[in-house]
């Protein structure tokens, strides 16, 4: 059935059949251009999109059409438009079946004179009149203009469903969430707000009643992407950390994705804000979605939340704190496909949050782990991914493996179970790749030869604070705050970097003359009072003479480190230790500052997976340092030593 449309209408039309507007947020919108010396005045043009499979006729309202007005659509094409009846107070036109989609100037003529009425935007699509279906309270169709789409899948959080042959998809929903969402097909893209993806739209309606959705998609211009992983930006209004934002990280991803051939998109592995500041400060995640858009980034960001964007004004938990999120950025949960690859966006921040209600903040506790709901969804969403052999990519924010001293693997979630759990709805799986944040560190672990997770740093380093202390922008294992970039071809990852913020590709590593090291720390003054407020802070007193520390910050197992003197090979060994650069541009001016010469434990200097170290045979000998990646980028560097040691060597 074809519309009929006219601007008296328009309200019921919205509300009845919203979905079948693109960008549904401004249907009902309208401009009044309120000419006083034109042909027609009083305009109300509306600015919603039209689907020409839907609308046979529109209405415009207006004072001054006359018998005999003749109307034009100007835009790719020049459309002549029948005209069916032009009164005082309106005129109606028929909507060309063969329009395509785009955006049109409506021109008016009267003879010899013409008058501009405003922008109209037409899309073509398939028909959008998705008959009911007993039972199923939520409906829709995912096109691609003419084109509908088989076979996508469709959720609400708790039910999946697929489109059938027609691009039609039903669900008997309870709308707890409330919101459904596409899992946007490999090929394909949808629209963005700036850069947030449009894969979601907001159930409005009662439980009870039906409502329909609508997922317009549009074809790719390649399925080679480049992949951006951030973290842990923690922008909160306090340290200068919106300056330091916008003037490191915004203008370095927008230098990298302008330059870039491919397509890039970007996926946020959480805790884009910090709860403890949402009132304090007055910036929580809508202030966060205004700062990425005003940003023009140039990609979409895929988000999931982090432990610090639930709300701690809430009690019950879980739940009810994830209502900003899921107002403000999007589903807690979801999938989405691109570059030939399947990925899973979750949400492991199980928030306690003891204490809190809508006066109070409550601890804002919480574990790493998933809830059993999600783990329903997640095995029906995975149940449709057919071709076990696709590489599969799962983001969320806690990490799921860590390492001890020894440098061993071990289990971050909350137990072995809550991991397992997890594993279980990949079985079958070949190739998988997880990225999480969390801990302000870089490393990557490689488990059972099918799983690798990557553990991407800091975009706001050490929580800004080094920046703040104007000592560089420094992560707690030394590595400069930063993202990681992934190259995607052919459906597999064809080699990945860590990019720090203002630093080239080849910055990948820092070395250490730690006979210079070691006096800094028995010399300087702030040392001191680091080791008088923290007695096991004696840093590097038990290291060796003439070793040199090397701190590769994005290392995994076929990283090859070689270091030669005088054309003689020396041993290298994988150390356990704190990177010292980190700990004289966080941990000594802090302790100095405060006034009772105390820091943040939890962002002091932490020891490292990726730190390496040789032994000269002198403290004044020059070492040729040679590091290659797994995809056989060399990485050079000739130490002359002794080398200084100050915040300079950033």
Known sequence: MKYIFTLFTLLSFCSVSASLLAGCSDDAAVVNTAQTSRLVTNLLVPTNTFYTANIEQITIQGRGFAAGDRLQLHGGQTYDLEVRAAEYAYITFAVPEELESGSYMLVLYRGEVSQPLGMMKFRRSIDLEVPDRENMNVKGAVFCGTEPIVGAVVSDG????????????????????????????????????????????????????????????????????????????????????????????????????????????????????????????KYDLSNYRQTINDAGLGLPIFHVPGNHDNDPYTSGGDFPAEAPFKRDIGPTYYSFNAGGMHFVMLDNNFYINGGGSSSTMGDRTYEARLTDEQLAWLRADMECVTDKSKTVVVCMHCPLYSFNSQLETTNAFKSQYDA???????????????????????????????????????????????????????????????????????????????????????????????????????????????????????????????????????????????????????????????????????????????????????????????????????????????????????????????????????
């Open 158 to 281: 708790e039910t999946v469903t697929r489109t059938d042959d027609n691009g039609y998809y039903w669900l008997d929903s309870e709308k707890r969430h409330g919101y459904v969402f596409i899992s946007v097909p490999d090929g394909y893209e949808v629209e963005c707000d700036g850069s947030f993806p449009q894969f979601w739209q907001p159930l409005t309606s009662p439980a009870g009643a039906v409502e329909q959705h609508n997922f317009e998609v549009v074809r790719s211009a390649s399925d080679d992407i480049t992949l951006i992983v951030m973290s842990d930006m923690h922008l909160a209004n306090r340290l200068q950390d919106l300056s330091q934002f916008v003037g490191g990280f915004e203008g370095d991803l927008r230098t990298l994705v302008a330059s870039n051939p491919k397509r890039c998109i970007g996926v946020n592995c959480g805790d884009m804000t910090f709860d403890l500041y949402w009132r304090q400060k």
């Open 420 to 650: 397992d759990a997890l594993l279980a709805c990949f079985e079958g799986c070949s190739d998988i790749h997880i990225f999480s944040g969390h801990t302000h560190n870089n490393y990557n672990i490689e488990v059972g030869g099918r799983i690798m997770e990557h553990n991407t740093a800091a975009v706001c380093a050490t929580w800004w604070w080094t920046g703040y202390y104007k000592n560089n922008h420094v992560c707690k294992d030394g590595a400069p705050g930063g993202y990681g970039v992934y190259e995607i071809e052919g459906g597999r990852f064809a080699s990945w970097y860590y990019r720090g913020i203002g630093c080239d590709r080849g910055k990948q590593l820092r070395t250490y003359d730690m006979n210079t090291v070691r006096d800094f720390f028995r010399n300087d003054a702030g040392a001191a009072i680091l080791r008088k407020s923290y007695p096991n802070r004696d840093d590097y007193a038990s290291v060796g003479d003439n070793v040199v520390y090397i701190n590769v910050w994005n290392y995994d197992s076929e990283w090859k480190i070689r270091v030669t003197e005088n054309g003689r090979e020396l041993d290298v060994k994988h150390v356990y230790d704190r990177d010292p650069l980190h700990t004289i541009c966080y941990d000594i001016p802090r302790v100095k500052e405060s006034a009772d010469n105390t820091l943040t434990t939890s962002f002091q200097s932490g020891n490292n997976r990726h730190m390496f170290m040789v032994t000269a045979s002198g403290p004044a000998t020059s070492l040729e340092i040679e590091v290659t990646d797994r995809f056989g980028n060399v990485y050079t560097e000739t130490m002359q030593r002794p080398k200084a040691f100050d915040t300079s060597i950033f």
